[in-house]
């Protein structure tokens, strides 16, 4: 007798920019079951804060616990919640959204907001006398609750967009917190009227600066078992995306896209899955879609020492803190999606994160881009990059040699004397390590105490690389090559049995040339 062969799964529409769960449920899209954690939320209390990076599926999150709420039983069909959730009671639910649109000032900010409550009185056809806005949300929540009989379900999302669209102009970004703090004060007093509250976005404000005396929201951000509220877990990939992974590289699609953790499941960026998906191919979608020039700034202004962002420590108040005034670049990587939980360390009263790029996409796509900044939006970058790669395919020491001098021989002249990036003492090992960063190599950096030096291993290809560059001005002591003897790095790599190559790197940041190069092979 032959084996029965299991059916293959059919596949399925992509839910590629669909936000709507009821065009999800009823186009036959894959859907990755989220009601068992939002069951969770609802029984464990009723007002919460949800912060993730932009694309990572927060606006269908929110439509999803609309319908849940709204009792309409079809669209979950197959679902946790279809067994789970008492379908005889529905609730009347107020969205509010700020995901359309831009806007530039605190009069457009107030008009939106109007526009808004005047169309959520039309909805439930109630009156309101009161004129100003949180008189107006405060009389519809309690007019509505009264009109059903049934408390109101709050649901904000993108509550952040009007600061973070003017986070360049500090003025403008200060008016619209406070505008937003006028509307989302309200929900605390209304707490009578309110059954569940759910506020999401990107970044997390302050609950001083935006939120305050909202002392019942809870942040579960980095609660350990939300980690997963967004985003697919590898279980969801091996599972519900099945039907799309023959021909793809499962290893591959980890590397990529998997390693967003906030303190409990690592998850993949949904838009990344679902774009690989569609077209075959290994690409940086998300970090594609917005351009970080904002975080490149900060990045630049704050002399960030590039080698040290992928073992980023940060305490736990710095990491959830996020003001106009004061723009710690330890949050923004963190809140925006470019660095995620490595591990945390509780310290008494206190928690100390590591942070880590989360996947292969990020470290190579934010590095690229910050080798821009570091050497003046060059033209050189990016051909230099591919010369890198191809070089060390071919192990060709000379050609990396003269490579290596052409990285900071690029730089243009007027650039360098007149940029402060420059000037910093990290910023020559930067560039040297955001080059091999941003092709996304296996790199493991032994010690990156010391400005003036890198210490670097690459795994690449089946060969070891250890790289000892060294700024000639800033860490004068001994040849780079016999450092790397000395200090036995080569030893940990040696149960590899692959070829190892030391090789030491100097550098005199007064004639902008490598003036030593040397290379052992053992």
């Given amino acids: 007798m032959h084996p029965i062969r299991p059916t293959p799964l059919p596949r399925r529409k992509l839910p ?3 936000q709507t769960f009821a065009r999800l449920r009823e186009d036959g899209c894959y859907y990755v079951d989220k009601t068992p954690h939002i069951l969770r939320l609802i029984a464990e209390g009723t007002h919460y804060f949800l912060s993730r990076p932009r694309r990572f599926g927060k606006s269908l999150l929110i439509d999803t616990i609309a319908e849940l709420f709204e009792g309409n039983q079809a669209l979950f069909a197959g679902l946790h919640a279809e067994a789970h959730w008492d379908w005889s009671q529905r609730s009347p639910v107020v969205r509010i959204s700020f995901g359309a649109g831009v806007l530039h000032s605190r009069e457009a900010l107030d008009i939106k907001i109007e526009e808004t409550l005047q169309y959520l009185q039309q909805r439930w056809g ?17 007019q509505i609750h009264a009109q059903t009989g049934q408390r109101v379900v709050v649901l904000v999302d993108e509550y952040d967009k009007p600061i973070l669209d003017n986070i360049t102009d500090s003025d403008t970004a200060r008016q ?3 505008g937003l703090r006028n509307l989302y004060s309200v929900i605390k007093d209304a707490d009578a009227h309110i059954r569940f509250a759910m506020l999401t976005g990107v970044s997390k404000f302050s609950k001083v600066s935006l939120f305050s005396g909202l002392n019942n929201l809870r942040d579960i951000t980095v609660s350990c078992e939300y980690s997963a509220l967004c985003g697919y877990t590898d279980a969801d990939v091996d599972t519900v995306f099945a039907p799309e992974l023959p021909g793809l590289d499962r290893t591959e699609i980890r590397r990529w ?16 899955l679902l774009l ?16 970080p020039t904002f975080l490149i700034d900060v990045l630049t202004q704050h002399h960030t020492f590039t080698p040290e962002l992928g073992q980023t420590v940060a305490m736990e108040d710095l990491l959830s803190t996020f003001d106009v005034d004061a723009l710690a ?58 010369q890198l790669y191809r070089l060390l395919q071919a192990n060709d020491f000379s050609g990396l040699h003269t490579l290596f001098g052409a990285f900071f021989a690029s730089i243009p002249n007027d650039w360098y004397r007149n940029s402060p990036i420059a000037r910093y003492e990290g910023y020559w090992a930067s560039v040297f390590y955001s080059h091999f960063a941003a092709l996304g190599l296996d790199i493991r950096l032994e010690d990156v105490t010391h400005h003036g030096r890198i210490d670097m291993t690459v795994l690449f290809s089946g060969h070891v690389y250890l790289f000892e ?11 780079a090559l016999a450092q790397i003897f000395q200090r036995g790095y080569a030893d940990k790599y040696r149960s590899r049995h692959e070829p190892i190559h030391l090789i030491g790197v100097e550098f005199s940041q007064q004639t902008r040339s490598v003036v030593g190069f040397e290379v052992h092979s053992v």
């Fill in 176 to 178: 619209m917190r406070d």
């Fill in 276 to 291: 690989l998906f569609q077209e075959r191919q290994f690409k940086p979608y998300w970090f594609e879609t917005g351009t």
């Fill in 126 to 142: 109630v009156a309101c006398a009161q004129r100003s806005i949180s008189g107006r949300f405060a009389e519809l929540l309690q």
């Fill in 257 to 272: 896209y998997n390693g967003y953790n906030w303190t409990g499941q690592s998850v993949y960026n949904p838009f990344d």
């Fill in 329 to 386: 670049p330890e949050a923004l990587l963190f809140q925006a999606g470019y660095l995620t939980i490595a591990s945390e360390f509780a310290m008494g009263a206190r928690i100390e994160y590591t942070l880590k790029y989360p996947n292969l996409e990020v470290q190579a796509s934010l590095n690229g881009a910050l080798l821009k900044a570091l050497k003046g939006g060059t033209s050189a970058t990016d051909r230099q990059t591919g």
């Fill in 469 to 479: 560059f060294k700024v000639v001005e800033l860490a004068p002591q001994g040849k």
């Fill in 16 to 18: 590629i920019g669909i």
